[in-house]
């Protein structure tokens, strides 16, 4: 079985534009979460969603958002972009989105903001 | 508020020679999850083990072992007879069962270096 795939891979930014992120989970798995890793620190937590509906956020400015599509898949996006916001984005899906359920993570999409 | 700390940033050793990565957790439910995850340089995430608060048992896979202590608030993680594919960083993460976000926080990770 495929596992959690996310696209792009990288992407090169500059200050104040727009990104999306795309994120498919592994089938059968009905939530996805979004994190931020930056060098040197932990994943973080943004959101997570379940069966479409957004179950959860982090600490995170509004400038972040996402949503997630009947077939499961996500987006997020992050407007007026920060020198700050590059990092590692990474997906993770799991097959309830209870705090017990292990969480599968992608390879993530690596963003720089110039 | 849920806080985990792994002190060690780097580690460093020989291989062959056994190794421990620190957790320290903080959370107020009695409830939780404690979760341990490696992180090669490919960057993707693996999840190696959960473990749920009323569940103290050390638990062994090969040369992994995990050792969960509560009263302490550890969730301490070692590796016998290292090998140089352990290189990684790795990351101790908690889940609490009680409203809030349900996701995980994690500590800022051990960077695990195995010498030849």
């Known amino acids: 079985d495929a596992g959690v795939t996310q696209s792009p891979t990288h992407l090169i930014k500059t200050r104040g534009q727009q990104v999306t992120l795309r994120c498919s989970p592994i089938?059968?798995?009905?939530?996805v979460s979004w994190y931020q890793q930056v060098l040197g620190q932990g994943p973080q937590f943004i959101f997570q969603?379940?069966?479409?509906?957004?179950?959860g956020r982090g600490n995170f400015p509004d400038r972040f958002s996402a949503r997630q599509f009947p077939n499961y898949s996500s987006e997020l996006n992050v407007n007026a972009l920060l020198l700050g916001d590059s990092a590692l984005y990474l997906c993770?899906?799991?097959?309830?989105?209870?705090?017990?359920?292990?969480?599968?993570f992608g390879p993530g999409t690596r963003l720089t903001v110039l | 508020a849920q806080k985990v700390t792994q002190a060690q940033t780097e580690i460093s050793v020989v291989e062959k020679e056994d190794v421990t990565l620190d957790c320290v957790y903080e959370t107020r439910d009695t409830t939780y999850y404690l979760f341990w995850y490696k992180q090669p340089p490919s960057g993707e995430l693996v999840f190696l083990i959960r473990?749920?608060?009323?569940?103290?048992q050390n638990e062994i896979s090969g040369r992994y072992s995990w050792n969960f202590q509560k009263s302490t608030s550890s969730f301490n993680f070692t590796i016998t007879a290292s090998q140089v594919v352990d290189s990684a960083v790795y990351f101790c993460a908690l889940s609490e069962s009680g409203g809030g976000a349900d996701g995980l926080t994690f500590g800022k990770g051990t960077h695990l270096i195995i010498q030849p």
């Open positions: 993770a899906s799991s097959r309830s989105g209870g705090p017990s359920n292990e969480q599968f």
């Open positions: 473990r749920n608060s009323f569940d103290e």
């Open positions: 969603y379940y069966e479409k509906e957004e179950r």
């Open positions: 089938s059968g798995h009905k939530s």
